[in-house]
């Protein structure tokens, strides 16, 4: 047997070894928002990562919730990152996701030849995960389907994975195996998920952060040129501000934000200005937010009214 777990472990190794990059974990949640901040450009309250490393310590899954735009995926995989010291898989869910997607599948010309063992055994971001005491970011789980959901609570609560095919239970060597799941209630193309599900799960809020929040990210996440005025930035979160309120199929979040300004300034370098004008940010505004045609009037609306210009 443990010539059999070297093979699959093997296997794992040589597939998913090298996007594997490995840094000292970070646990305490202090210097975790510290580390985000600086290496990772992430502003996040000190009372959100200490829930989630309590919920880690405790070994349940935490669940972000909340509206697109808001980090909670990219936040997820950094706060899983510094608490395994190696990097997440992400699993972006969809209906049709099943366990020989995440887990694990046999090669089909392989099995005929060898049998339906370890040498024709394909193995899945899941079971790596577990194997390489890293962390998982499921993403969208709404998305998937109640049986998908209950396979993860299996896994989980048990910290192990059963391959009956094999024969075999894998099971967690460490603490680094956590889960984070993401949710956007309001998505049309979801399922709703179980109690027995919730139950098991923390769950943290997400929602657009405050307007000074904005602005420190957009000031940490442009370039330095052409100058882009703090007064401009104001106009501009207004703006998102307002939309975000509006019936949009897409509201900005956060990451268009930032999109918006570094458009503004990419525009504004290939005029050859050393400052971003007012008709920089104006043209840079519909490709950036607007993202259905069906938004494309609303989106003007606001752009008008805010920056006190009209639009031929």
Known sequence: MGIEKDLIAKKIEEIYGDVIRKRKPVREPGIAVKTLEKEYKLIVDERLVTIVFAAFMNGRPVLFEGPPGTGKTEIGEALLELWAGRNPF????????DEYKVIGDFHPLMAMKEGFNEKSFIPRP??????????????????SSEEFQNMLLDIIDKRRIIVPELKRVFRARGVGFQIILTSNPEDIAQNELSDAFLRRTTRIK???????????????????????????????????EKLRKLGLSHKPGTAEAVAWSNMSQSIAKLRGSTVVLIEDVVEAAMSILAKRSEDEEIIMDVIKEVFGIEIS
């Open 90 to 97: 992400v699993l972006p869910c969809s209906e049709n996701y």
């Open 126 to 143: 899941l079971l790596a995960a577990l194997i390489l005491d890293t962390g998982v970011l499921v993403d969208e789980i709404r998305r």
């Open 206 to 240: 997400f929602d657009y952060p405050t307007k000074d929040v904005e602005m420190k990210i957009i000031r940490m996440r442009s370039n330095t040129s052409p100058h882009l005025s703090s007064n401009t930035i104001d106009l501009m979160l207004e703006a998102i």
